[in-house]
């Protein structure tokens, strides 16, 4: 049995004392994972030595790794991309709430994090739990959710800023707008369970209403789903590995150490198309 350890109510498990590189052959480790990590939508690793070759392997255990359409992966590794903020930069890439690329047609399954140089403080990230955001609604707006769809666009403005810096340094060449339309309320397609599926970085619209209808619920429903008790908080060191499943969580990294330099290598995991 794997030792692991909630961090939170409702997000956010610890996987303790593993040695992910000494385990990448056991097939059995990896379906133990797998079951973990459904159950707690977020799994932590820490102090794992994970060159890209190795991370790679890891990635592959859960699922197809895929190119990020924004920005241009290792040169060697072209599946994974550097998420980094320097010393002279302002903004960090993706920090606002988010699902990761929800405005794709077949968004992806799940990301992973590991962490190769950090600032002396700060650079945590947030994650917050869609199943309780679902959970915690009434049955009325249950009821009206669970017959929408939306309308996610990879142009809001909030998120865009994140993606400047990055953008210029290391932007894709095919890289352009991307529009997807999904339910409000998605099932899980492993665990069956319903989740909320808008989040404040992409989601425009209700599909068939107006911004302007849309504006009052989308902004009741950004702010429902992150409510304390939805989330938890991680706090990176070097060699920290986050893993966390993109259909039933959202994260946001804390943009708090300005003036230090934070890079981390992220994977993503091919996913389906919503239901």
Same mark, same amino acid.
């Given at each position: 049995?794997?030792?692991?350890?909630?961090?939170?109510?409702?997000?956010?498990?610890?996987?303790i004392?593993?040695?992910l590189?000494?385990a990448l052959?056991?097939?059995?480790?990896?379906?133990?994972?797998?079951?973990?990590?459904l159950?707690? #939508?977020?799994?932590?690793?820490?102090?794992?030595?994970?060159?890209?070759?190795?991370?790679?392997?890891?990635?592959?255990?859960?699922?197809?790794p895929?190119?990020?359409?924004?920005?241009?992966?290792?040169p060697?590794?072209?599946?994974?991309i550097?998420?980094k903020k320097?010393?002279?930069e302002?903004n960090?890439?993706?920090?606002?709430?988010h699902?990761d690329?929800?405005?794709?047609e +077949?968004?992806?399954?799940a990301?992973?994090?590991?962490?190769?140089?950090?600032?002396?403080?700060?650079?945590?990230?947030?994650?917050?739990?869609?199943?309780?955001a *679902?959970?915690?609604?009434?049955?009325?707006?249950?009821?009206?959710l669970?017959g929408?769809?939306?309308?996610?666009?990879?142009?809001?403005?909030?998120?865009?800023?994140?993606?400047?810096?990055?953008?210029?340094?290391?932007?894709?060449?095919?890289?352009?707008?991307?529009?997807?339309e999904?339910p409000?309320?998605?099932?899980?397609?492993?665990?069956?369970?319903?989740?909320?599926?808008?989040?404040?970085?992409?989601?425009?619209?209700?599909?068939?209403?107006?911004?302007?209808e849309s504006?009052?619920?989308?902004? *009741?429903?950004?702010?429902? #789903?992150?409510?304390p008790?939805?989330?938890? +908080?991680?706090?990176w #060191?070097?060699?920290?590995?986050a893993?966390?499943?993109?259909?039933?969580?959202?994260?946001n990294?804390?943009?708090?150490?300005?003036?230090?330099?934070?890079?981390?290598h992220?994977?993503?995991l091919?996913?389906?198309?919503?239901?």
């Open positions: 049995m794997i030792q692991c350890k909630k961090i939170a109510g409702a997000i956010g498990a610890e996987v004392g593993l040695d590189r000494a052959d056991d097939v059995a480790v990896f379906e133990e994972l797998r079951k973990l990590w159950a707690h #939508q977020v799994l932590f690793f820490r102090d794992q030595d994970l060159p890209p070759a190795e991370f790679m392997r890891f990635a592959e255990h859960f699922g197809e895929v190119e990020y359409p924004m920005v241009k992966g290792l060697d590794f072209p599946h994974i550097e998420v320097l010393e002279h302002r960090a890439f993706g920090a606002v709430w699902s690329t929800v405005y794709l +077949r968004p992806p399954m990301s992973m994090l590991i962490a190769r140089e950090l600032p002396p403080f700060g650079g945590d990230t947030l994650f917050s739990s869609m199943y309780s *679902y959970d915690h609604l009434s049955d009325g707006l249950r009821a009206v669970d929408l769809r939306a309308v996610h666009s990879s142009a809001k403005a909030d998120v865009t800023r994140t993606r400047e810096d990055r953008v210029k340094s290391d932007g894709a060449e095919s890289r352009r707008d991307f529009t997807s999904h409000v309320v998605r099932t899980h397609p492993e665990t069956g369970r319903k989740a909320l599926y808008v989040n404040p970085a992409h989601t425009v619209r209700f599909a068939g209403w107006t911004e302007g504006a009052g619920l989308l902004r *009741y429903l950004f702010e429902h #789903q992150v409510r008790e939805f989330t938890c +908080r991680f706090s #060191q070097p060699g920290s590995v893993l966390w499943d993109n259909r039933c969580a959202m994260h990294p804390v943009n708090d150490y300005h003036g230090y330099r934070r890079i981390m992220r994977i993503t091919a996913g389906d198309v919503p239901n």
